[in-house]
């Protein structure tokens, strides 16, 4: 196994009850438990005022405070930094050290971090302490846990301790790389670590930007590194637009009406979004079926189909976006077959692995990208899969002039001879703002520091607990794997039995999901596959251990058995139609084994019987 971040190991501290928050300070920085509660009152009692000198509401006199004892303001000074970032760390440590006992997900209400924290900003300085008590007392409690070892929501958020420090190192430096010269090293860090990371996919070398070391020459290729597969879609999609537009001789609003895009019904939702942000008109978003049949990937076929269709009816076809698994289930287009089609077409070629690409540094698992070479653009995200924390998207294009061409701005405060010169890469000209964070160096920081090995050790880790989970679920007759597992995700739910109905099993299985995630011992997600409601099981968080995907399980077979021995609650309507003077309350004694949960009028009364559903 892999040493991602927790699965260190180490010793946790269980805490029992929800109000405990194991992060509270002590006096001496130790920690100790203490009730929610008392936190409250303690923040009530050291909330500063304006006859408290700030020093004074400091539990460590040797730190600082931004209005210093010379009243002046002081610039941002090392030994600020060097405190202030001791005091992070040993939180951040006792929040990993700590955090499998938090529930996953909290129980807050809408609304309840403004009656924890002053509404209105403070006039006066105060130690950095305070800030640090209400992250604690206030921030922690209403946080989803997403580093939580019991998190099989979503995707992970992966992170790794050598991400963390690169995060804060760029952070720290704050530098706006946006031409080479702005940040020479930010820019070629980028470059860099893209290009590393497209050999450890095996990306063709025409994605490569740097092919110098190899090839002599610098390839027409390039890469960058967004915060979103969102703007990876967007960059892509304007580029291709325009292309089409020149294409097809027609420019402007007029043109765009006969523009068309193409995706499976399975992709991610924000492609429509993209495309609207975009230009493209709606009904020309082409959204092609897909079903059991191909395991929800796309049919080449239909595909085939539908752009020819367009093409008859004189539209252009433009943009394809190929999902190599699926938001929702994992699912995979097949990237050869799909490029093959839009090739006939000439229409760009997208590959969205925002979380499946990651996989894709293991050779067992590069065959899903088989055909890359064929493609204009892919996209992946180490932030869900390879320890990079948020955020870090890349994007690799084939013809990187594709993307410049449409995104280059030159202004004159930007001007500079390395840009005029031609061999540099400015970044800001193949992304959507100008301004970007250095988001390379924790990229190449967590592929010098694990190796190529480890990082395939830890993708194969987390595949082979999903394989676990599912051989799991597929011994136990009451479940079912609705969907074949790619990767680290199990799509699963209880069958149906008898009489019931697909909407009984949504019923139950949302109540499976519901209670589970009220534990707060595990937090998982749903998703609808050709009709099916079913359960996400998606394994991978940086903290995980194979105990927990156990414990997991079998906290869902106990709700389940809970349910199915009648422990189930489910709320029927019922229509009193002559309550004969009744009262609800009445009316609820009168109804024996049922139980009056709202009180209303006496029509419409809302009743929760006991006791299990007969299928
Ligand atoms: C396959 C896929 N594509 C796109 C997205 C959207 O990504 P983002 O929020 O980075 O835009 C996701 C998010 O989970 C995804 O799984």
């Given at each position: 196994m892999s040493a991602p971040l927790a699965r260190f190991g180490g010793a946790h501290l269980i805490w029992h009850t929800p109000y405990i928050n194991p992060l509270a300070p002590t006096d001496h920085g130790t920690q100790r438990p203490a009730s929610k509660s008392q936190h409250l009152s303690l923040l009530a009692v050291t909330r500063p005022s304006s006859s408290i000198a700030m020093g004074s509401l400091d539990t460590n006199p040797g730190t600082f405070c931004t209005d210093a004892a010379d009243g002046g303001f002081q610039p941002l000074n090392a030994d600020d930094v060097r405190s202030y970032l001791h005091k992070s760390i040993d939180f951040i440590c006792d929040y990993y050290n700590n955090v499998e006992s938090f529930p996953v997900l909290p129980d807050v209400q809408p609304g309840y971090l403004r009656r924890h924290l002053q509404s209105a900003p403070p006039t006066t300085s105060a130690p950095f302490d305070v800030a640090m008590k209400e992250i604690r007392d206030a921030v922690v409690p209403g946080m989803t846990h997403w580093a939580s070892p019991n998190f099989f929501a979503f995707f992970p958020a992966t992170n790794s301790a050598t991400a963390i420090a690169g995060e804060l190192i760029a952070s720290a430096m704050n530098t706006v790389g946006f031409t080479w010269q702005a940040n020479p090293a930010a820019t070629e860090m980028e470059v860099l670590a893209l290009d590393w990371l497209a050999q450890l996919m095996r990306?063709?070398?025409?994605?490569?930007?740097?092919r110098t070391a190899t090839t002599g020459r610098r390839g027409t290729g390039g890469g960058v590194i967004l915060g979103t597969t969102s703007e990876a879609m967007l960059v892509t999609l304007v580029a291709a637009r325009d292309a089409a537009l020149r294409r097809s001789g027609s420019s402007g609003v007029a043109g765009m009406t006969r523009l068309t895009v193409y995706a499976a019904d399975q992709t991610h939702s924000t492609f429509n979004k993209m495309c609207h942000l975009a230009g493209f008109d709606p009904v020309n978003v082409r959204s092609i079926a897909t079903g059991p049949e191909t395991d929800y990937g796309i049919d080449p076929a239909k595909l085939l189909e539908v752009m020819q269709a367009d093409v008859d009816a004189g539209l252009v076809p433009t943009y394809v976006c190929a999902t190599v698994g699926t938001t929702s289930s994992n699912a995979v287009d097949p990237v050869a077959a799909v490029a093959d089609v839009a090739a006939r077409f000439n229409a760009w070629v997208h590959v969205d692995a925002a979380y499946a690409g990651s996989a894709c540094i293991c050779p067992e698992f590069r065959h899903h990208i088989d055909g890359v070479e064929r493609v204009d653009s892919i996209s992946m995200s180490p932030h869900k899969w390879l320890m990079t924390c948020l955020d870090c998207t890349c994007l690799w294009v084939r013809d990187a002039h594709r993307l410049t061409d449409v995104l280059e701005t030159n202004p004159e405060y930007l001007k500079n001879d390395a840009s005029d010169s031609g061999v540099v890469t400015d970044l800001k000209d193949m992304q959507v703002g100008t301004g970007r964070r250095f988001r390379g160096l924790k990229l190449w920081m967590v592929m010098r520091t694990y190796g190529a090995a480890k990082l395939q050790e830890h993708i194969r880790s987390d595949v082979a607990m999903a394989k676990t989970f599912e051989g799991l679920v597929r011994c136990d007759d009451r479940f079912e794997v609705v969907v074949p597992r790619n990767f680290a995700l199990v799509c699963f739910r209880i069958k149906p039995r008898g009489a019931m109905t697909e909407e009984d099993t949504e019923e139950i299985n949302r109540e499976l999901m519901d209670r589970l995630n009220k534990t707060g011992k595990a937090y998982v997600a749903h998703t609808v596959v050709g009709g099916k409601f079913v359960l996400r099981f998606a394994v991978g968080s940086s903290t995980q251990e194979e105990r927990h995907v156990r414990s997991a399980w079998e906290l869902i077979q106990k709700v389940t058995t809970e349910i199915s021995k009648g422990e189930r609650k489910r709320t029927i309507s019922f229509e009193i139609v002559n309550t004969n003077g009744l009262l609800p309350s009445d009316a609820s004694s009168v109804a024996g084994s049922c139980q009056l949960t709202a009180s209303v009028a006496h029509r419409d009364v809302r009743w929760e019987r006991c006791g299990m559903v007969t299928e």
């Open positions: 990306l063709p070398e025409s994605f490569i930007m740097n």
